[in-house]
């Protein structure tokens, strides 16, 4: 059997996970993504602009295996809709790549 892996983070990349990142660590791992969703589907992820459910950010996963917490917490941050995202194509950082196009005007807070 394999040690829980200890974690004081519940937010991850815009991810509140709340009981559910504590409740990752203690499944004994490899663990089935299908006995995952049984075992947790009906938590609720909360995101910036709303929350998903467990169970339906790792539905297209079923089938696969995690070999820890991490991996499922990557495959979530991987997985959650746009809600997650704050302003969409947003970026304050870089221009508009080469081809790409868009019609937004520059804004500032």
Do not use: W
């Amino acid at each position: 059997m394999t040690q829980p892996e200890p974690t004081d983070r519940t937010r991850e990349q815009g991810i509140e996970f709340g009981a559910l990142a504590e409740e990752l660590t203690t499944v004994e791992y490899p663990a089935d993504c299908t006995e995952l969703i049984d075992t947790y589907g009906d938590e609720s992820l909360q995101l910036p602009n709303g929350s998903q459910s467990f169970r339906n950010v790792l539905e297209p996963l079923e089938g696969e295996r995690f070999d820890s917490s991490e991996d499922v917490r990557q495959a979530v941050i991987g997985l959650v809709n746009k809600k997650a995202i704050g302003r969409e194509g947003y970026s304050d950082r870089t221009p508009p790549a080469p081809g790409e196009e868009h019609d937004r005007d520059p804004e500032s807070f």
